[in-house]
């Protein structure tokens, strides 16, 4: 199977996917401003925009199958969850998804920071990530796993540090994924490996 991986669209389609058999958006698909208005005041507006402008552009993609969770910009995704969008689009916000045999975990959650949407605390993060059974063959999160392409500066010293999720990397160790997808600090692109699990 042939695993196209994205994330942190923001609103920007203009490109085309490379052919594959699954494409998995790892969230913040949506732009936060729509004419005058901001999603996290008007999430109706971003979830006209992404069911009439992003999963048309998504079913154009020449992926047999695309799963999608949301990311902390993608307000429309606590009026709509979990949708179906004909047989090809499939968007999860934490649970899971077989796609031909592969076992996949979906979760939109990121570390608090300020109010943007899908966010908690730490000790909430720990049980939402408990709930991640330790079959499952690849995690898809919108944030990546403490010290992992989650280098970012400090405000006050400019120093670069680690403000991932260690809840999200205890939970690899746990479960032992044979990927992690994830997104959310644009500056931290890139493969990484942690044991035999491939971030």
């Known amino acids: 199977m042939i695993i196209q991986a994205i994330s942190d669209l923001h609103g920007q389609l203009d490109f085309t996917i490379p052919d594959c058999d699954l494409l998995v958006i790892g969230g913040d698909c949506c732009p ?13 507006q ?18 047999e199958f695309v799963i999608i969770t949301w990311g902390n ?12 969008y004909g ?11 077989i796609v031909n045999g592969i076992k996949f975990w979906l979760t939109p959650w990121s570390n608090q920071f300020m109010t943007w949407a899908w966010m908690k605390p730490h000790e909430e993060l720990a049980e939402v990530y408990a709930k991640i059974p330790e079959d499952v063959d690849v995690i898809v999160s919108h944030q990546p796993p ?7 500066p400090n405000i ?7 403000i991932a999720s260690s809840e999200l990397l205890y939970t690899i160790e746990r479960v032992k994924p044979k990927i992690v997808i994830c997104g959310h600090l644009h500056g931290g692109h890139g493969i990484y490996k942690h044991a035999n699990t491939h971030i």
């Open 146 to 152: 403490y010290g992992f392409g989650d280098l970012y």
């Open 87 to 97: 047989k090809k689009v499939s968007v999860v916000s934490d649970g899971p998804m």
């Open 73 to 84: 910009h993608d307000w429309c995704g606590h009026l709509k969850s979990n949708a179906e």
């Open 156 to 162: 006050d010293t400019g120093k670069l540090e680690h």
């Open 46 to 63: 971003q979830l006209a925009w992404f069911e009439n402008t992003f999963i048309p552009w998504v079913e154009k993609q020449p992926a």
């Open 32 to 44: 936060d401003k729509f004419g005058p208005f901001y999603a996290i005041n008007a999430p109706e």
